[in-house]
Nanobody, 126 residues
Framework: QVQLVESGGGSVQAGGSLRLSCVSSGNIISSKIMGWYRQAPGKQRELVAAVAPGQSTGRSTDYAGSVKGRFTISRDYARNTVNLEMHNVRVEDTGVYYC????????????????WGQGTQVTVSS
């Protein structure tokens, strides 16, 4: 059973930066679409960013409109890790961030895979 373990969450002031990491216990980083979701209190879980397998980074990534230009998703094949660099964070970025493996995109809709991490809390204060 493949496991995903997130780290890097914490508290930060608005305008600051955080780096989240997701380590996989199995070698799925290179074969599956990986993504970060977040869930704010009282809201549904939403996709933040996704990255497809392959060497290129430009066309293989996708971002929620609210984080485009501020967040960057990347994968480190050697460490079986997917990272989420968060810059210029906002109060509305607060939530639990979950790593997910095996996303699929049908037309313009993303569907999460069935492998989830336990989540890491990000709290942004004004």
């Amino acid at each position: 059973q493949v496991q995903l373990v997130e780290s890097g969450g914490g508290s930060v002031q608005a305008g600051g930066s955080l780096r989240l990491s997701c380590v996989s216990s199995g070698n799925i980083i290179s074969s599956k679409i990986m993504g970060w979701y977040r869930q704010a209190p009282g809201k549904q879980r939403e996709l933040v960013a996704a990255v497809a397998p392959g060497q290129s980074t430009g066309r293989s990534t996708d971002y929620a409109g609210s984080v485009k230009g501020r967040f960057t998703i990347s994968r480190d094949y050697a460490r079986n890790t997917v990272n989420l660099e968060m810059h210029n964070v906002r109060v509305e970025d607060t939530g639990v961030y979950y790593c997910n493996a095996g996303l699929k995109k049908v037309l313009s809709t993303w569907t999460p895979g069935n492998i989830w991490g336990q989540g890491t809390q990000v709290t942004v204060s004004s």
